[in-house]
């Protein structure tokens, strides 16, 4: 039985189910590799991308869904949003997850030009807030840890 995971690797979003993609960088002909993104969906060792603000995650891996939603305008019209759930794994095998779009954008933005974040070549992340436009209004960002 082939693994769908393993498709992954060319740093792309693949389809899945109920318009959902997803994206993995872990090396998945790694049986260990396959446990953690299974261990995702009850994990003892997950921990929240927004409690980790100032401090560094030194991130070996990401996994990313991105779900289609429709969303309407002010002025009523329907378009289509994507929402995306990301997950950091670390060295230490602790997971962090967001469901923050302007955290993913930010990562998107840092592994286009670093590529993404490998057991081999891990990248540090420092967890940042930023403010918004709208007065009260945080958004949740990664920026590389110097």
């Not at 469901?99 to 974040?117: E, H, R, T, V």
Request: charged share 25%; hydrophobic share 35%; net charge negative.
């Amino acid at each position: 039985m082939e693994n769908a995971l393993v498709i992954k690797q060319e740093n792309q979003l693949q389809g899945g189910l109920a318009n959902k993609r997803t994206f993995c960088s872990l090396d998945m002909s790694k049986e260990e590799n396959i446990d953690k993104i299974i261990a995702t969906q009850d994990s003892e060792n997950m921990k929240y991308v927004k409690d980790m603000k100032g401090q560094v995650i030194n991130c070996i891996g990401v996994y990313i869904t991105e779900r289609e939603s429709e969303d309407t305008n002010d002025v009523g019209e329907v378009f289509t949003r994507f929402n995306h759930v990301t997950i950091l794994f670390d060295a230490e095998g602790n997971q962090y997850v967001t469901g923050s779009n302007a955290f993913y954008q930010s990562l998107d933005l840092i592994c286009a030009f670093k590529g993404y974040p490998t057991e081999e070549k891990p990248i540090a992340l420092k967890i940042v807030e930023t403010p918004a436009k709208e007065k009260g209004h945080t958004y949740l960002k990664c920026t590389l840890a110097k």
